[in-house]
């Protein structure tokens, strides 16, 4: 306890003192984890002995936080390489769950979590939790889905750790989800951004109003890049607040990071997951505020420890210390992972950056899709985007006016030029869990 400040933590969540650790007891604290870490992985992990070897690094030159830029990074590939259990660092019998993340192609990756790594992972959901100021008098609707995705069961045990009374109703079966949530007075819902918007339509159907009939005071969210402008769109039209909660089954899953009341970036739990920023590019770490790719370590994981994981996610830490008083970094609003960027007529262009245009003007569903196609040697953009059905009966005139107003305020941000389609209200693509938004058809045609 001598690493924390005792005189300020009158008052504090017991649950919630490492938030507002010193920065140099946290800084100590995480040097201590890391070398244990690092040492595990080099006895414990063939390939990162293998590398570390190959970099000449042994676990006893790691002297200093920022010793970590002589080791050796890890990737997604690594994970698909070493499937299903090269990378494990604990005998089978310590292990208590398995947690899958499907790839894009070919086979899963596989995660062991023992005991200790379901409890660090619960306590980083309680913790954003207790961010957010939900606590045992509220009644928590776990709708993300249950099973190998790590979103469902991460929040249930965080939010029973919390003192939560959870609904575990996993996602699906929307009018359930409705009448449940209204019947048992639910104050808090877990779910992708999406899928709370996909419930929004669907109340609205019945005539459900969140005011009105509902108890509903936040939404945690997450497992999809979101904006901020989604977000208020969400507040505005429901009066609950929109957190964000970010994190990767690869490195545990929701609460390895959370946004606080203040909605100024997302507090990382990092006295159990280090955060750097590097450039994609040199691999080099970069300094606090700069744009970069996040890294993490996972200081306590036993089961399959990550040293220096490659999330792909683009943020950056903001400096200086968050209003709300917690001394433990925050990271940018993840609005773009490197894996989505597009590349149309080269340039640049993420899917969050046309979330953002389009929800600047009114009668623009949320609900939209992309589309990228090549005709020739030119990369063509569309996107289609859903409006209320009183909108698409407007007059012609009006509905050109609207598509125009969208286009523009989409180019405004990304610079080129873009075919925007309005569509019928419930004519794209729903998910219940994690919704992809890009049809890349030159990926396709391939
Ligand atoms: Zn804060």
């Not at 989604?230 to 390895?256: F, K, N, Q, W």
């Not at 990092?270 to 080099?284: G, K, N, Q, S, V």
Request: hydrophobic share 35%.
């Amino acid at each position: 306890m001598s690493n924390f400040p005792i005189d300020t933590m009158s008052g504090v969540d017991p649950v919630s003192i490492p938030d507002f650790m010193s920065p140099e007891g946290m800084r100590a604290l995480q040097l201590t984890k890391l070398k244990k870490l690092v040492k595990t992985c080099y006895e414990r992990v063939p390939l990162t002995r293998r590398r570390m070897d190959e970099k000449g690094v042994k676990p006893e030159d790691i002297k200093t936080l920022e010793d970590i830029k002589l080791l050796p990074f890890m990737m997604k590939t690594d994970l698909r390489d070493e499937y299903p259990l090269g990378l494990t660092a604990a005998p089978m019998s310590e292990v208590v769950r398995f947690h899958c993340s499907s790839g894009t192609t070919g086979k899963p990756i596989v995660i062991c979590n023992t005991k200790n790594d379901i409890e660090v992972w619960s306590d980083g959901v309680a913790r954003s939790l207790a961010m957010d100021g939900i606590g045992k008098d509220d009644i928590l609707q776990v709708s993300y889905g249950y099973g190998l995705f790590t979103g469902g069961l991460g929040l249930h045990y965080g939010g029973e750790l919390r003192g939560c009374t959870v609904l575990p109703t996993s996602g699906g079966n929307t009018d359930r989800q409705l009448m449940l949530m209204r019947d048992l007075g639910v104050t808090v819902i877990a779910c992708t951004p999406s899928y709370f918007i996909h419930l929004m339509d669907e109340a609205q159907k019945k005539g459900i109003d969140f005011r009105r009939d509902m108890k509903l005071k936040h939404g945690i969210f997450g497992a999809e890049p979101w904006t901020d402008e989604m977000r208020e769109r969400i507040e505005c039209e429901t009066g609950i607040e929109a957190h964000d909660i970010y994190g990767l089954t690869e490195i545990s899953g929701p609460g390895v990071a959370s946004s606080c009341g203040c909605h100024e970036g997302l507090h990382v739990f990092e006295d159990h997951f280090y955060p750097e920023i590097i450039d994609p590019d040199t691999l080099e770490p970069l300094p606090d505020g700069e744009w970069g790719e996040l890294v993490f370590s996972t200081l306590d994981r036993t089961g399959t420890p990550m040293l220096r994981y490659r999330t792909r996610d683009i943020t950056r830490i903001i400096p200086g210390v968050c209003k709300c008083g917690r001394t433990i970094r925050r990271i940018d609003r993840i609005s773009a992972r490197s894996d989505d960027m597009l590349i149309i007529r080269g340039v640049n262009v993420f899917p969050s950056q046309i979330e953002a245009g389009l929800m600047s003007v009114d009668k623009a569903l949320p609900h939209y899709h992309i589309y990228v196609d090549r005709e020739g040697d030119l990369d063509n953009l569309e996107v289609k985007i859903e409006v209320t059905s009183e909108t698409i009966s407007d007059d012609i005139k009006s509905l050109e006016l609207l598509r125009r107003n969208i286009a523009a305020a989409i180019q405004k941000i990304i610079n080129i030029s873009i075919k925007v389609t309005l569509v019928e209200p419930n004519s794209l693509p729903r998910s219940e869990g994690k919704l992809n938004r890009v049809t890349d058809y030159r990926k396709i045609k391939k």
